[in-house]
């Protein structure tokens, strides 16, 4: 049966892929905020296991180190929902603004995480990005409508869907089976707005 991955994938399944350098997207945002001055940069990350979590959590750690900055394992935080619950994502930012150590900068790696950083913030009335700066992955247009605008990582997602149709129609198609397979790695845009 012919299969191609999108976004996340099974690294163990030969097949074609097709995602984002999430390794690079994810050092591009944290960079971002230190290049503004952030230091204490949380990471708030979807369920350990899958692949853009850990390719986004390298991203994040390589542009700490590069910019000898120490990683703080209690600024990670990992929900299992990907933020699609609610409670999941304000346990997370809880537990992250106890105590003295306070991130300035949170990076959220999905679209729920981000917005559900955000309504966090907003429920415990600290000003993005005058008390915590945010920037997170997000496909979403209504970003740049929040208050403030979201700074974000945007894939290229019509573009991904569409280079995965063609990939699973060649397979489809082919009078063979297929075995040399590709991963198309498309680029992700940094767009900055008011909450950096």
């Given at each position: 049966m012919p299969i191609v991955f999108y976004d996340r994938v099974v690294p163990e399944i030969d097949t074609h892929k097709v995602t984002v350098d999430n390794v690079l997207s994810a050092f591009e945002a944290t960079k971002h905020l230190i290049k503004k001055g952030h230091r204490r940069i949380a990471h708030l990350a979807n369920a350990q296991g899958l692949s853009i979590t850990k390719e986004r959590h390298q991203g994040y750690l390589k542009a700490l180190a590069s910019f000898g900055i120490a990683a703080e394992e209690r600024l990670v935080k990992f929900c299992p929902h990907g933020g699609m619950l609610q409670e999941e994502v304000d346990e997370?930012?809880?537990?992250?603004?106890?105590?003295?150590?306070?991130?300035?900068?949170?990076?959220?790696?999905?679209?729920?995480?981000?917005?559900?950083?955000?309504?966090?913030?907003?429920?415990?009335?600290?000003?993005?990005?005058?008390?915590?700066?945010?920037?997170?992955?997000?496909?979403?247009?209504?970003?740049?409508?929040?208050?403030?605008?979201?700074?974000?990582?945007?894939?290229?997602?019509f573009e991904m869907g569409q280079k995965a149709m063609q990939l699973l129609l060649q397979m489809v198609e082919s009078k063979r089976p297929v075995t040399d397979f590709e991963h198309i790695k498309l680029q992700a845009e940094l767009i900055s707005r008011s909450s950096v």
């Open positions: 997370a930012m809880t537990d992250l603004f106890k105590g003295k150590n306070r991130p300035d900068a949170i990076f959220a790696s999905a679209d729920k995480l981000t917005t559900g950083a955000l309504r966090y913030l907003n429920a415990k009335k600290k000003k993005v990005p005058q008390d915590v700066a945010l920037i997170g992955f997000s496909n979403s247009d209504l970003t740049e409508l929040l208050n403030p605008p979201l700074t974000i990582v945007k894939q290229p997602a």
